[in-house]
């Protein structure tokens, strides 16, 4: 089932826009990885690189903002002055919410793309391990889901993925082959139950011989014999 990642992270505004991306290749409709070029993934990796340093640049401004004005609360000489700063305070934890919300997505993201690129630019490597075939033909949001299991601190493990690939591929070859057995067996079993006659044994007829009847003579019609 694919997942409308905008929806699952709350993104709107304008970091819904420059993650268009991942609409149209985590979309309904399936895509593979040979889909995409190459260059198109390098473009959003450097899109999403500065987005989240973006985040990250407003999330400590952040911080820091609060940082100071629980400074200012400590100090505050009426019950007046706590309660406006306190909302301030509210308000910024709220943003600071929303900020690590997209910075998560945008870390979901990066990860994916870069993890797109290491199977790209690996793809021997992937043939080797005899998982090729299956990457080219596999949806891309399938692909997103290996990636996700098989990356440790910001790396894909390579050989990982193959390993768990290769599971994957032995067994949808295991099930095809339990499937051609049932249906082997139960051709065998129809011909084993089925009875085994000896065809009929077909009478010969002799041909019939016509035989000719001697001619009878006509007495009437024969002429007396010149004396």
């Known amino acids: 089932m694919r997942e409308d990642y ?13 993650m268009g991306f991942f609409d149209s290749i985590l979309g309904k409709k399936k895509r593979t990885l040979a889909d995409i070029p190459t260059d198109e993934l390098n473009r959003e990796r450097i899109m999403m690189e500065q987005e989240q340093q973006k985040l990250e640049a407003e999330s400590t401004r952040l911080f820091r ?30 943003q600071l919410a929303g900020l690590e919300t997209r910075l998560t997505y945008c870390g979901k993201m990066l990860r994916s793309v870069n993890g797109f ?23 891309i949001v399938e692909i997103e ?12 493990q390579q050989e990982k993925l193959a390993a768990m690939l290769q599971r994957l591929d032995g067994g949808a070859a295991m099930l095809q082959g339990i499937a051609d057995d049932r249906e082997l067996d139960a051709l065998m079993e129809e011909l084993d139950g ?31 014999l010149p004396e």
Do not use: W
């Not at 629980?70 to 100090?75: C, I, Q, T």
């Not at 490597?125 to 998982?131: A, P, S």
């Not at 006659?197 to 024969?222: C, G, L, S």
């Open 6 to 18: 905008h929806a699952v992270y709350g993104i709107t505004g304008d970091s819904n826009d420059k």
């Open 65 to 94: 903002e609060e940082k100071t004005l629980r400074s200012e609360y400590a100090n505050a000489e009426s019950d007046l002055q706590k309660r406006s700063i306190a909302r301030k305070i509210q308000d910024i934890r709220c």
């Open 194 to 224: 089925a009875p085994t006659e000896a065809p009929a044994k077909q009478q010969t007829k002799q041909p019939v011989v016509a035989t000719e009847k001697p001619e009878k003579k006509d007495k009437r019609n024969e002429e007396p």
């Open 145 to 156: 889901r290996y990636i996700a299991d098989t990356t440790v601190e910001g790396t894909l």
């Open 117 to 139: 690129l290491a199977i790209k630019s690996n793809a021997d490597f992937f043939k080797r391990m005899g998982v090729g075939p299956l990457i080219a033909n596999m949806d």
